[in-house]
Structure formats: C-alpha cells, structure tokens
C-alpha cells in the first residue's frame, strides 16, 4: 500500500530515498548526469509520495528564486557562448534559470554585479579574472552559495573549477618544438587576467627549459591582436617561425595576417591558439589549440553550485588539463622541418 504524503516537498522525496536534494531534481528533471536505476528509485519515492513538482510551489516551501546568478568578464568571442552553451543546457535540466551579469573587462562592474544579484538569486557562478582575491571576497555575500570559475589565486578553500593554463601552455610550447620550431612568438592576453599570466608563464618557462627564443607582444585576446601582432613583425623584419596566441581570437587574427601577407602556415610559420572554440575547426588551415571542453567546463559549475544550493558540503578545486588538438596550422614531428627560423628574406 501506498503511504501517501500530503504537501509532500522535494526534501521529503530526498529524506525518504535516502539521497540528497540535488539528486532528487536531477531525477525528476530529466538529467542525463544521474544513474537510471537511482532515477527510477528516486521516481517511484516520489510516486509513493504523491510528490508533484510544481515551480511556484517549490519556490515558496524552499523560499528559492529558482534561478542562478552568472558573473563573466566579457561575452564576445566563441569561448563565452560555448561557456554560456554548457550552463544554460544544465540549468535548465536542473530547472534554474541564469541571471547574466557581464564585467566588460572593469572590475568595478564585477562589484556591482556581486551586489545587484544579491536577494535575486539562489547562488552565484563567479568568473571574474580581473578581481583580486581581497576584493572578491569582500564582496561576495558570504551566505550565497558561490562557485568561482578560473578566478585570482587565494587561500583556503573554496568550490572552484580553474583550467590549467600553466601546463597548456607548455604543451603547446613542447609541440610547437617537436615540430621544428625555434624562435617563437607569444601573443599575450590583457595583462591583468590571470589566465593570460598563467599562460604567458607557462610559454616563458617551456621555452626557457627547451632553449627556444621567445619574445612577447601584447595583447587583449581580440583577433585585430593577432593582425596587430603581425603587421608589426612583418615592418620590422623580425625572425620567427611560430605564433602560439593565447586565446584562439588572437590566433585566428594572426592567421588571417600570415596569409594576406603571402606567409605559408605552417611551411614557413606555425600557428597556435587556447581554448578550441569551434571556429578553429572550420577556418583553412584548421588551427592547432589547447583544448578543454568548455561547455561541459560551464555545466560542471551549474551541477555543483545546484548541490551547494541544496545543502552539499563542497569546498573541493577542481582541475582542467587542456590537451594539444593538432591540425593543420602547425607542422607535425614527423615533417622533415628545418630548425632554422624563416626570415623576412627568405620569404620573397
């Protein structure tokens, strides 16, 4: 016999199944990410429960907003829609709905938004690269649960997902030089956002450790970067025989200049980039990037701040190593290439 509960709520299914809150609404919602035999165990509590799940009604017994505040630096370029891709799929499997606040690349608008989500929103997803540490964690309301996306390093611990940049970086470095490279250009991010310290450090100290010439330009990972990049090595003549941008934005630009110039890539210049966006598949030659899976990046954050919301402990880092996707802007380490950079001169 059945034992039905008058009113029952999402905590009662969860009480009575044995299982936390976040995985009674992955169930009843859909989600891919949670064990059809758990699914189909947490369905039939709720069947006996009489447990009808209504918006309104939960919002009210749990004085929720139902809806996830998103701080992001910027949204231009591919690698934000992808972010924003992953999380609004998982909010919505979840049934959240996103908040976006965007940064514009000024901390001071990070701020603000970490002030105007307060009281509208159930928790907070956090990319802000360009707020220290101090400062983000003055503002931050320490009641809201928080999950912190690639922000400045801290101390203690805190629910946050980084991508390491660090050993990205080196991976591109050492493939770049497997396949026969030697002087080498790094196209740097904005100088305040930690993802461009953390690669240019990793490209400084690959390069540093495989004896490689590096040198450095500016950047602001915008694709006119890339072109900037190269319409100033090309006017002074300079020697150089791989580009490796720090996002693919810059090395997408960088690209576009090599061949309005007549430049080959990658017989003459190798082409690198970080980040995969899908773009890099589609362009000729496809470029060489360091990949992680953004939109999985940007769900992972959902799923996790959802459990924080509903009462999990989790102060866990959790980390990204990208990998080296090799296509065709850069030359393999099987190609007879010459360890001698291509100059000015040799091009004509």
């Known amino acids: 016999m059945q034992h039905v509960m008058p009113n029952a709520t999402i905590r009662d299914v969860a009480r009575e199944a044995a299982v936390s809150v976040a995985s009674v609404s992955r169930a009843l919602n859909g989600a891919t990410n ?36 998103v701080v992001v630096p910027d949204l231009h370029g591919e690698f934000f829609s992808e972010l924003m891709r992953g999380m609004d799929r998982q909010a919505s499997e979840l049934g959240f709905h996103l908040l976006l606040m965007v940064m514009h690349g000024e901390a001071d608008r990070g701020v603000t938004a970490l002030h105007a989500m307060r009281g509208r929103v159930d928790g907070l997803v956090v990319m802000a690269p360009q707020i220290t540490s101090d400062e983000l964690f003055a503002h931050l309301p320490k009641s809201m649960p928080s999950v912190l996306l690639n922000c400045a390093p801290h101390e203690g611990n805190r629910p946050e997902l980084r991508v390491d940049n660090v050993a990205g970086a080196v991976a591109v470095i050492e493939h770049l030089a497997a396949g026969g490279c030697r002087r ?38 915008n694709e006119d970067a890339g072109t900037r990049a190269i319409t100033a090595l090309e006017a002074e003549g300079a020697a150089y025989d791989a580009i490796f941008a720090a996002n693919d934005n810059m090395a997408v630009g960088a690209l576009m200049a090599l061949k309005r110039a007549g430049i080959t890539v990658p017989e003459q210049v190798a082409v690198a980039g970080f980040d995969n966006i899908p773009l890099t598949r589609l362009i000729s030659p496809a470029l060489t990037t360091a990949s992680i ?44 290439t010459t360890e001698n950079p291509i100059r000015r001169g040799d091009r004509e």
């Open 293 to 336: 899976d953004i939109a999985e990046f940007g769900a992972r954050a959902v799923v996790r701040l959802v459990g924080l919301i509903d009462g999990e402990r989790d102060d866990a880092l959790e980390w990204r190593a990208p990998i080296v996707i090799a296509r065709e802007s850069t030359r393999q380490p099987t190609d007879n």
């Open 34 to 69: 949670i064990r059809p035999e758990l699914r189909d165990h947490i369905r039939a509590v709720a069947d006996r429960l009489g447990y009808v799940p209504h918006a309104g009604a939960r919002n009210l017994s749990l004085a929720r907003s139902s809806t996830i505040g």
């Open 184 to 221: 080498i250009v790094h196209v740097a991010g904005p100088e305040a956002n930690i993802d461009a310290q953390e690669r240019l450090r990793g490209t400084r100290e690959a390069c540093a450790r495989l004896g490689l010439d590096l040198r450095v330009l500016q950047g602001d990972f």
